[in-house]
């Protein structure tokens, strides 16, 4: 079983950056990672999609809505995932979510096998 562990969560005032940090547990080893991912959600929101990057290849993939302003990133040697969080706005509160996919296509939300408990991001305007 793996365990996704986030970090990096706080709070900060509009404008401000926070780094994000998602590390997959030792057995993550035994696991083939085929894409890891953000999702956020928001007080009465569902959960969306913010960001994933490939295991192989690193190719990324933003939401519209942090495009230009999140990057993510990997450290395949510690089976880590970033998210650098730039120009955060008010509307980037959430808790944000780590997620870990297993497969061979590109999964759909539901399809992730694994997911994080969360970090906790509150943007102050």
């Known amino acids: 079983q793996v365990q996704l562990v986030e970090s990096g969560g706080g709070l900060v005032q509009a404008g401000g950056s926070l780094r994000l940090s998602c590390a997959a547990s030792?057995?993550?080893?035994?696991?083939?990672?085929?894409?890891m991912a953000w999702f956020r959600q928001a007080p009465g929101k569902e959960r969306e999609f913010v960001a994933a990057?490939?295991?192989?290849?690193?190719?990324?993939y933003y939401a519209d809505s942090v495009k230009g302003r999140f990057t993510i990133s990997r450290d395949n040697t510690k089976n880590t995932v970033f998210l650098q969080m730039d120009s955060l706005k008010p509307e980037d509160t959430a808790v944000y979510y780590c997620?870990?996919?297993?497969?061979?296509?590109?999964?759909?939300?539901?399809?992730?096998?694994?997911w994080g408990q969360g970090t906790r991001v509150t943007v102050s305007s």
């Open positions: 997620a870990m996919d297993s497969g061979r296509l590109f999964p759909a939300t539901h399809e992730y096998d694994y």
């Open positions: 990057i490939r295991w192989s290849g690193g190719s990324t």
């Open positions: 030792a057995s993550a080893w035994q696991y083939y990672i085929n894409v």
